[in-house]
């Protein structure tokens, strides 16, 4: 079912530039343990998978110009200093934003998951952010604004995982799971927040 | 409705002693445009209140025995150090934790609030973890820990708040507004473990 990766603008999933998360397979299964997330998980993220996988565009387009957008504070992060639309790195961006959805759904939460994890987090802090699209805009992203914006995502995913007709109870099986994977997502997100190692003021 | 809140060990909301929190009305107002929380969710949570109202004994009962018991890196935190029980440790803090779902629900998210959150949060940390109930147990809880059995609670609250025959739109509602709540407290709780003037290294 995994399809070969496009062409994707700073899209660097199992690179061997990507630095090795500081987090290790232990932590990670301990994550799995406290947030319930199962073998049956898998299953239906890899179901999420193929019913996701042609809308990917127009959910990352409800959440950038249907609710960012619309969210001063959120927006301004793919925005010029000076608030000035930057559409190329929307437009990068996004598509990385849409592979991530994928991403989510298909890859084997395994050592290069996890070192690209890490990797997305960087990027949203002021160690990363804007460096890999070459851009000027707000040095980073607040911890808190990620940690939050995952309800709304998961809000917002459940229509286009019940789009292709599945049973409802298939449809809550894949939110679920969605949902899971969310909050494991969100706690390695953190991680560099709170390493004191950075010495991050990014809340 | 707010009913007086009967003697719990180390439950000082709105005590003089608890500090202002760093955390301001205007962040929180940004954390609300950001989770999607609205006027229509306090009215929801306040349904969720009652509809808890007599059942937080049996909810924390069920995360504390049923789950976090037998999962070994998270039931260390309630034992001491040497992994025997410590009854009147876990006591005292399943009562907060009972107090703790029905203020999520009951109390306005004002000052008062948002100064208890910044207690619980560093109440989770080794700055304060074990001091109200004088205990020797582990230094703190890693932040990771907390960010992802929030999702847990969530999976297992809506039982709950369907309990007493509402109908499922207001379930669903109650039940929205809940998780909403869940990700504004993870956001703030996760404030000390990132905030560099604390210099924790305790994700």
């Not at 925005?79 to 930057?86: C, F, H, I, K, W």
Request: proline share 5%; glycine share 4%; hydrophobic share 40%.
């Amino acid at each position: 079912m995994q399809e070969p990766v496009k062409d994707i603008a700073g899209y660097t999933y199992g690179a061997q530039e990507i630095p090795q998360s500081p987090v290790s397979l232990t932590d990670l299964e301990q994550l799995k343990m406290s947030v319930g997330f199962t073998d049956e998980d898998v299953i239906y993220l890899a179901l999420a998978g193929e019913v996701l996988a042609d809308q990917t565009r127009s959910i990352v387009d409800h959440w950038r110009s249907g609710i960012i957008a619309g969210i001063p504070h959120l927006a301004r992060h793919s925005r010029g200093l000076d608030g000035q639309a930057l559409p190329d790195y929307l437009a990068r961006s996004n598509r990385r934003f849409e592979q991530w959805i994928l991403d989510t759904c298909r890859r084997p939460y395994d050592q290069d998951w996890l070192n690209y994890q890490q990797e997305i987090a960087v990027r949203h802090t002021s160690i990363k952010k804007n460096r890999t699209d070459q851009v000027i805009s707000t040095p980073y992203i607040p911890l808190r604004d990620i940690i939050v914006f995952i309800t709304v995502m998961n809000d917002t995913i459940r229509p286009h995982l019940a789009a292709k007709g599945h049973a409802v109870d298939d449809v809550d099986k894949m939110h679920a799971a969605w949902r899971r994977s969310m909050q494991l997502q969100i706690a390695l997100f953190a991680k560099p927040y709170a390493d004191p190692a950075f010495g991050l003021n990014e809340w």
